[in-house]
Nanobody
Framework: QVQLVESGGGLVQPGGSLRLSCAAS????????MSWYRQAPGKQRELVAKITSYDSTNYADSVKGRFTISRDNAKNTVYLQMNNLNPEDTAVYYC?????????WGQGTQVTVSS
């Protein structure tokens, strides 16, 4: 079965940085569209960033200029570099993969931004 495993979450102070990783297995990673979503308490899950199989990217307005999504096809891994974090970024962050019309999800990793 397709498996996506997120890592890199944790507690960080406002203004700090984190890098999230999502490792994929049993999956044709290089031809997939990879995304990061997040869900804060009491809110719907929202798209944070997306990267296509040809490395085109887009971002939510709230994170543009602060977050960067990238992928390493040789390692079957997608990353989310998060800089200048603020408390509004606190959420569970989920990795998503889309290929041939199918969506796959990781279990999520908690990011908490607090002083």
């Amino acid at each position: 079965q397709v498996q996506l495993v997120e890592s890199g979450g944790g507690l960080v102070q406002p203004g700090g940085s984190l890098r999230l990783s999502c490792a994929a297995s049993r999956f044709t990673f290089s031809s997939s569209v990879m995304s990061w979503y997040r869900q804060a308490p009491g809110k719907q899950r929202e798209l944070v960033a997306k990267i296509t199989s040809y490395d085109s990217t887009n971002y939510a307005d709230s994170v543009k200029g602060r977050f960067t999504i990238s992928r390493d096809n040789a390692k079957n891994t997608v990353y989310l570099q998060m800089n200048n974090l603020n408390p509004e970024d606190t959420a569970v962050y989920y990795c998503n993969a889309k290929q041939l019309g199918f969506n796959y999800w990781g279990q999520g990793t908690q990011v908490t931004v607090s002083s």
